[in-house]
């Protein structure tokens, strides 16, 4: 089956430092990709997404490139803030029950 | 649109009390599904529903039942609570049972704790 598999973290990072956050997919077909957040005592919220290879998904300064020949979909940010410190979680979607899987999350701690 | 709303927000229960977690979507989507959520493990699919009428069961189901009689709603319930089943409930929702590429929209989430 479907299966994301995400850096560990926690990745701590001083203001204005670049980021990666790097997700790899295991996947029959082409799966849907995507990135959420979750911030401190609240829910999941969509970050971005990429729906096909070589699709680039971007939001808030962040982005990621669907990545067919190396099955990638990693996170990067040029100028991270104190405001972006959260929980990124990779996810993939599609096949015949489209059911979303989760990787098991990046804690990322940014310290001005 | 007040999106996907779950209640509670939290809590406790005695090992082998039964509660249900409410959830409710106001945006007609087909698809609904429950996770949940430990630390070090992301989320694990409990149980999905393609629509009203349909659901079936994803990566760790044992311990939990749901029903779909409306498309708004998707109830999870614990028949007899364990201490493993000690987590964060999260619901979401979609718009089609079929759009791969479409986006999840997620609730709040209800802290359980089971002693």
């Known amino acids: 089956g479907n299966s994301v598999t995400q850096m560990e973290g926690p990745v701590t990072l001083s203001e204005e430092a670049f980021l990666t956050i790097n997700c790899t997919y295991t996947?029959?077909?082409?799966?849907?990709l995507f990135w959420y957040v979750q911030y401190p005592g609240e829910g999941l919220q969509l970050l971005l997404k990429?729906?096909?290879?070589?699709d680039k998904g971007s939001n808030k300064g962040f982005e990621a490139t669907y990545r067919k020949e190396t099955t990638s979909f990693h996170l990067e940010k040029g100028s991270v803030q104190v405001s972006d410190s959260a929980v990124y979680f990779c996810?993939?979607?599609?096949?015949?029950?489209?059911?979303?899987?989760f990787g098991t999350g990046t804690l990322l701690a940014v310290q001005p | 649109n007040a999106g996907v709303t779950q209640t509670p927000k939290f809590q406790v229960l005695k090992t082998g009390q039964s509660m249900t977690l409410q959830c409710a979507q106001d945006?007609?989507?087909?698809?609904m599904s429950w996770y949940r959520q430990d630390p070090g493990m992301g989320l694990r699919l409990i149980h999905y529903?393609?629509?009203?009428?349909?659901?079936d069961q994803g990566e760790v189901p044992n311990g939990y039942n749901v029903s779909r009689s409306t498309t708004e709603d998707f109830p999870l319930r614990l028949l007899s609570a364990a201490p493993s089943q000690t987590s964060v409930y999260f619901c979401?929702?979609?718009?089609?049972?079929?759009?791969?590429?479409?986006?999840?929209?997620f609730g709040p989430g209800t802290r359980l704790l089971v002693l």
């Open positions: 996810a993939s979607r599609g096949g015949a029950t489209n059911k979303l899987i």
């Open positions: 996947a029959t077909g082409y799966p849907s």
């Open positions: 990429a729906t096909k290879a070589d």
């Open positions: 945006m007609n989507h087909e698809y």
């Open positions: 529903s393609v629509g009203a009428g349909i659901t």
């Open positions: 979401a929702s979609s718009y089609s049972r079929t759009g791969g590429g479409e986006t999840q929209y």
